[in-house]
């Protein structure tokens, strides 16, 4: 398999780091130039418009699966290549997980911890086995990764389990890692 759409989960806010907005715009770029789809949740605001209109800008490609009934404003139809409008949270989670090959997860709140919770807890049940890398910017996802690990040593996940989840430090790395799995997956399964 072959990376060919990545979601993105992050916050509707800046944070109050200017290395957030920095990370997400070069993502976006980063994206756009590795011609992979960014599929995201719809956002008009902080670091999701941030990395959706980077990506435009480079000459990418943006789906933004965004809810009718939710409390961000979504953004303009005509600022991505498509804006699908679904009438509620799950039904976007549902569509972001089905339309990406991988997830990586930017600094956000409550509603990025339930994004990225999800997709762990349908691979442990087996319904995917698509990454999942926190792009963890100055530190923002030790404590996170601390407790995912903690999960395995307390009994309570396998080891196995954890594969496809990956902590990185920068986009260099989470591009290697891509291009990695990339390779793996196709050893794996004779593509």
């Known amino acids: 398999m072959t990376v060919q759409s990545i979601a993105v989960f992050m916050g509707a806010q800046f944070g109050n780091d200017p290395k957030y907005t920095e990370t997400a715009e070069k993502l976006g770029r980063v994206i756009a130039q590795k011609n992979i789809k960014l599929v995201y949740g719809g956002g008009r605001d902080g670091l999701m418009g941030a990395t959706a209109l980077s990506t435009m800008a480079n000459g990418g490609e943006v789906v933004g699966i965004t809810p009718d009934n939710l409390a961000e404003d979504a953004i303009s139809p005509d600022q991505v290549t498509r804006l699908i409008e679904v009438s509620n949270m799950s039904e976007r989670k549902d569509l972001m997980m089905r ?6 997860v930017l600094p956000g709140g409550f509603g990025t911890l339930e994004e990225l919770a999800q997709v762990l807890s349908w691979a442990k049940i087996g319904l995917h086995d698509k990454p999942l890398i926190l792009l963890n910017i100055n530190g923002f996802y030790d404590h996170l990764w601390a407790w995912l690990k903690e999960t395995v040593t307390s009994g309570f996940v396998a080891e196995h389990e954890l594969r496809h989840v ?11 890692y891509i291009a990695q799995f990339d390779t793996a997956s196709r050893d794996t399964h004779g593509h």
């Open 99 to 104: 339309y990406a090959d991988a997830f990586i």
């Open 166 to 176: 990956q902590i990185v430090n920068n986009i260099d790395e989470m591009v290697n």
